[in-house]
């Protein structure tokens, strides 16, 4: 019989406080065990899996390559247990499944909220759960099992084998500011005319920093003075509306915010491509309908169904 019929939830609940903790006293005392209890279960399973899962140093426990993997999977199957839990609770109480969106800046104003709008068309009962944040950390919580589908842009984006990619769009940076700018009045906006005022702009090493970082340096530009990094977007709107500052956006961004009467895209010329916005979601052996139908969504939005 294999070694993995033997575990249990509660083993692999075990597993993950032991990497958390580093420690077999403090994950004793997390899961109401005693240390030799733990200390003799790790032994067995490190000889029913056929290698040491964690080393052992005077400040604690830190865990192999083959015991990294296994934590990783413990995680993941934790991770599901809960949400599935969740998902029959509401289903017994006459709602439906949670699907849970990633987004990134880029995809968050309305091409995001869009799709979703359209997924609960399609499925009435079901509710959603949305989180914004950086490609790194939400393409993790995907790995982890916490997402089911990320949206956002795909420049840095290295491939997993676990899971699956695919471009939505594609669009260009623009120059913005608020509708009532000193520049708004200028017919034709020179750099010259964008050097004298402060700049907010995304941090260094984020994608739109970077292309328009890159940009600039292709058409021999200085940079303007960059006076605020920040990533948050609301923020950066009401650092908008009541300074003279300007920024840089995605198109669709700009789009979006110019039609509500918060900003205002300068007509600057600048080669700018923002990169590719594209969706992320895990490779499963079966796919699941209800997210297939939200991919589905999203691809309707652009055009490509």
């Known amino acids: 019989m294999s070694w993995t019929r033997h575990l249990r939830l509660k083993h692999l609940d075990l597993l993950v406080t032991l990497a958390e903790t580093g420690s077999l006293s403090e994950a004793a005392?997390?899961?109401?065990?005693?240390?030799?209890?733990?200390?003799?279960?790790?032994?067995?399973?490190?000889?029913?899996s056929g290698g040491e899962l964690f080393e052992r140093h005077a400040r604690g426990l830190k865990p192999t390559a083959m015991g990294r993997m296994l934590?990783?999977?413990?995680?993941?199957?934790?991770?599901?247990?809960?949400?599935?839990?969740?998902?029959?609770?509401?289903?017994?109480a006459?709602?439906?499944?949670?699907?849970?969106?990633?987004?990134?800046?880029?995809?968050?104003?309305?091409?995001?909220?869009?799709?979703?709008s359209r997924f609960m068309q399609m499925h009435p009962k079901s509710s959603v759960e949305?989180?914004?944040?950086?490609?790194?950390?939400?393409?993790?919580?995907?790995?982890?099992?916490?997402?089911?589908?990320?949206v956002g842009r795909l420049d840095n984006y290295k491939p997993r084998p676990d899971i699956r990619n695919e471009i939505l769009y594609r669009e260009q940076i623009r120059v913005v500011c608020r509708p009532d700018h000193p520049l708004t009045g200028i017919p034709q906006v020179s750099w010259n005319d964008l050097y004298q005022y402060e700049w907010i702009v995304?941090?260094?090493?984020?994608?739109?920093?970077?292309?328009?970082?890159?940009?600039?340096?292709?058409?021999?530009?200085?940079?303007?003075?960059?006076?605020?990094?920040?990533?948050?977007?609301?923020?950066?709107?009401?650092?908008l509306k009541y300074n003279d500052m300007l920024s840089v956006v995605s198109e669709r961004v700009a789009a979006h915010f110019h039609e509500r009467?918060?900003?205002?895209?300068?007509?600057?010329?600048?080669?700018?491509?923002?990169?590719?916005?594209?969706?992320?979601?895990?490779?499963?052996?079966?796919?699941?309908?209800?997210?297939?139908?939200?991919?589905e969504c999203c691809r309707a939005l652009t055009g490509l169904v």
């Open 29 to 48: 005392k997390r899961t109401f065990t005693t240390q030799p209890a733990l200390s003799r279960w790790l032994k067995e399973l490190e000889e029913d």
């Open 71 to 92: 934590i990783a999977h413990a995680r993941r199957i934790t991770t599901e247990i809960e949400r599935a839990q969740h998902n029959l609770e509401a289903i017994q």
């Open 94 to 116: 006459g709602g439906a499944r949670q699907v849970s969106v990633g987004t990134s800046p880029a995809a968050a104003p309305s091409f995001v909220p869009a799709a979703i």
């Open 130 to 150: 949305v989180q914004e944040g950086t490609m790194n950390m939400l393409l993790e919580k995907l790995h982890l099992g916490e997402l089911d589908v990320v």
């Open 202 to 239: 995304w941090p260094d090493g984020t994608p739109i920093r970077t292309k328009f970082d890159t940009a600039l340096t292709n058409a021999g530009l200085k940079p303007p003075h960059y006076r605020i990094s920040s990533s948050s977007l609301v923020s950066n709107l009401w650092l």
């Open 261 to 295: 009467g918060l900003m205002v895209v300068l007509d600057v010329e600048l080669e700018c491509d923002a990169g590719p916005i594209g969706m992320c979601w895990r490779d499963e052996e079966h796919p699941d309908d209800t997210i297939e139908d939200l991919l």
